[in-house]
């Protein structure tokens, strides 16, 4: 709350599922000495990953798309999530605060950071920690449903571009007060990623086989997210002028980022 208080920008981009967090945050900007320029928030929303349709949807059967120039439609279903009760809070918050505020909620985010990082948190990391303790690779449901991937580094470029767009001296804020953007770039089939971890992992020795198992969510609900993935586009970003998402081969960068996440000694412990 103090730290928000004195700053002009915030970003929250690790704890996007925290009411809490997200109330202190409103409160430090509010309190924040009135200037010429308003304050920023930008927070990192994992909206995207929680949208899903009533079923899951494979790529040939996906007939909608969600998109964050017509949010109408997703944002009136009830916020079953805590990711969506903290977007509601930050909408609801700066309709009365003197802040500008940006959420932008990413899909399934792939590629490695520029610097080293102390720790690492991965998309896929929990369905290697099934897979190790289970000896084999279990998959919730058939695997056919869509996801959608980006690339970390396109993530960042979006955030970068937002923040120096309110910062330019000739910026005028948009009446749509906060502006959400989905960051989503190529889409893919989860069963195809299933097969590329098995593989890789048996081939290492630390899996019995390269064979992949499917369950029912409830047997496995850590690995829920994999089925909730609908078809997202991100297109508000055009409007403005910033750089497209760039398309990414998504099993490639899987291969690469499971490599990292199995030998990088700050992850060592995912082995144990």
């Not at 004195?6 to 202190?24: C, H, R, T, W």
């Not at 390269?210 to 994999?226: F, I, N, Q, T």
Request: hydrophobic letters at 40%; proline letters at 7%.
């Amino acid at each position: 709350m103090d730290l928000a208080s004195s700053a002009d920008i915030v970003v929250n981009s690790a704890l996007s599922e925290s009411i809490s967090l997200a109330q202190a945050i409103h409160i430090g900007l509010n309190n924040r000495r009135r200037g010429a320029r308003k304050p920023i928030l930008l927070h990192i929303s994992r909206t995207a990953l929680d949208l899903h349709h009533e079923e899951p949807r494979s790529l040939q059967l996906q007939t909608k798309a969600y998109d964050d120039v017509d949010t109408t439609e997703w944002m009136a279903t009830p916020p079953e999530t805590p990711s969506r009760l903290v977007d509601n809070e930050i909408i609801q918050a700066v309709y009365t605060s003197p802040f500008q505020a940006y959420i932008v909620a990413p899909t399934t985010i792939l590629g490695r950071a520029q610097t080293p990082m102390p720790q690492r948190s991965h998309h896929i990391s929990r369905l290697v920690q099934r897979a190790l303790k289970e000896r084999r690779l279990i998959f919730p449901g058939d695997g056919m449903n869509a996801g959608n991937g980006v690339h970390l580094q396109d993530v960042v470029k979006l955030c970068c571009g937002l923040i120096g767009n309110a910062m330019s001296p000739t910026y005028e804020p948009p009446p749509e007060n906060p502006q959400f953007f989905f960051a989503a770039s190529t889409e893919f089939c989860w069963s195809d990623v299933a097969v590329k971890v098995a593989s890789k992992l048996y081939n290492r020795g630390l899996i019995a086989s390269d064979h992949v198992y499917s369950a029912p969510v409830g047997r496995v609900p850590e690995l829920c997210e994999y089925t909730r993935n609908a078809s997202i586009v991100g297109l508000k970003s055009r409007t403005l002028g910033l750089q497209s998402m760039s398309s990414i081969n998504v099993l490639d960068l899987i291969d690469a980022d499971l490599d990292a996440l199995l030998e990088t000694p700050a992850d060592s412990s995912i082995l144990d």
